[in-house]
């Protein structure tokens, strides 16, 4: 193993420090994948990484799973692990979270950096197959390193920081952006049990608005409901019942009185005597004013005369 941080002034670097800085450079590789490793740095702790990746990519072969592709892009802020073919990150290791860089002598191919984990503080090491650019890529991250921490002196420290704010409100834009499209789905669901909610059942009887009067009180009739259509709990109106209502009798259900048409047989004797009684009376005093009025009225010469005897005769 050889390891990539060299900053002697001498060193003569692959790439211009604009195309780190302000831009970044891509490669492809194989990534056979990251385990979680005991030390941030080392050549021994590397090569048990390696050995155990190399390991699991021999078994998932020989189930027929090929490696994954990537794209390494690599700058002064860090190396970002893209899907080939979607472009999608799947990792994005900020520089001054990687500790170790290095390529394997023995195998030409492999080239491995390690870097805290953000998330758990873990170490993880990251190991990558290139045909040809192992050792071009483990430079380029060398120069990065190198450029980054001569950007850090020349700020006293201030850029390092900043990054690191950046890094924390992207992470937090992230959680932000998925917790939204948790929110509008639930929304989505809400909406659906509402629609289906209000669809009215098949065969259910639809209610219409009864009719009122200027008073906002609902008319009367002696065959009709008096407290209107009930409804059960379920919101469906009662059907009415079979029998049929008793127009013989009042709201109370007693037998209407007709004081001209009913006799002395229809109240008890006591009453029956009360009404004789108050009947003489009005008699008599009828007879009285009568007479009184006709003494008056009725003389010779009076043309009100007839019509007294005519009511007398009555």
Request: charged share 25%.
């Amino acid at each position: 193993m050889n390891r990539a941080f060299n900053r002697k002034k001498e060193k003569s670097w692959m790439h211009t420090p604009e195309a780190l800085a302000k831009h970044y450079i891509a490669y492809n590789a194989k990534f056979l994948g990251n385990t979680e490793v005991e030390a941030p740095k080392g050549t021994e702790v590397v090569k048990d990484a390696v050995r155990k990746l190399k390991f699991q990519r021999h078994i998932k072969k020989s189930e027929g799973q090929k490696t994954p592709k990537v794209e390494l892009q690599i700058s002064i802020y860090g190396v970002k692990i893209l899907d080939l073919k979607t472009k999608d990150v799947q990792h994005n290791c900020q520089l001054h979270r990687i500790s170790f860089c290095a390529d394997d002598k023995t195998d030409k191919r492999i080239f491995t950096f390690i870097c805290k984990d953000s998330e758990s503080n873990k170490h993880l090491c990251y190991v990558f197959d290139s045909e040809k650019c192992a050792e071009e890529i483990t430079l380029t991250i060398g120069q990065a390193f190198d450029l980054a921490y001569k950007k850090f002196l020349e700020s006293g420290g201030k850029d390092v920081e900043t990054r690191k704010q950046i890094g924390s409100l992207q992470k937090r834009i992230q959680e932000l952006e998925t917790e939204n499209c948790e929110l509008k789905q639930q929304l989505q669901d809400l909406e659906q049990q509402l629609m289906i909610a209000h669809v009215p059942l098949a065969g259910s009887v639809s209610m219409q608005p009864q009719s009122t009067d200027i008073f906002d009180m609902v008319p009367f009739s002696p065959g009709g409901n008096v407290l209107g259509p009930t409804q059960a709990s379920n919101g469906c109106p009662i059907p009415p019942t079979s029998l049929a209502p008793n127009l013989g009798k009042d709201l109370f259900g007693a037998e209407p009185f007709d004081p001209f048409t009913c006799g002395s047989a229809d109240f008890p004797p006591d009453i029956q005597s009360k009404l004789d009684e108050m009947q003489v009376n009005f008699l008599f005093f009828f007879s009285t004013r009568f007479f009184a009025l006709y003494e008056c009225e009725c003389s010779e010469h009076s043309p009100n005369k007839w019509i007294f005897l005519w009511l007398w005769k009555l």
